[in-house]
């Protein structure tokens, strides 16, 4: 099993240190790892300082976009439908087994 060793780190300071689990046909590990960064990096700066942004609107966003994503592949909807929650089932463990701490955070 092939794995991603990732740290996401939170604006309040919350550490999930984990190893994603990576789909045996993942052509680069360190290419999905900048994806990830990058991702949550534009999260971050397009959530900072709107006001009421619920959580569950933020994954419901996602999880769209990963629908629409995973339409656009080249293959049969049952293919696509499939690789789209075995990825996310994969992640989803991962991060279930991450572990979680703090560190300090703020503005010189």
Same mark, same amino acid.
């Given at each position: !099993? ?6 996401? /780190? ?8 984990? *190893? ?6 993942? /052509?680069? &590990?360190?290419? /999905? ?7 949550? *990096? ?12 619920? *959580? ?15 339409? !656009?592949?080249? &293959?049969?909807?049952? !293919? ?7 990825? /996310? ?6 991060? &279930? ?12």
């Amino acid at each position: !099993m092939k794995t991603l060793p990732y740290r996401a /780190v939170t604006s309040s300071g919350h550490v999930i240190d984990c *190893n994603l689990e990576l789909h045996p046909e993942t /052509v680069s &590990a360190e290419a /999905v790892g900048r994806l990830v960064s990058t991702v949550l *990096n534009a999260l971050d700066s397009r959530i900072e300082g709107q006001e009421k942004l619920a *959580n569950g609107d933020v994954l419901q966003a996602l999880a769209m976009a990963l629908a629409l994503r995973a339409e !656009m592949l080249p &293959a049969p909807r049952a !293919m696509k439908e499939q690789l789209a929650r075995d990825v /996310v089932e994969r992640a989803l463990a991962s991060v &279930a087994r991450a572990s979680h701490g703090r560190t300090s955070v703020g503005r010189a």
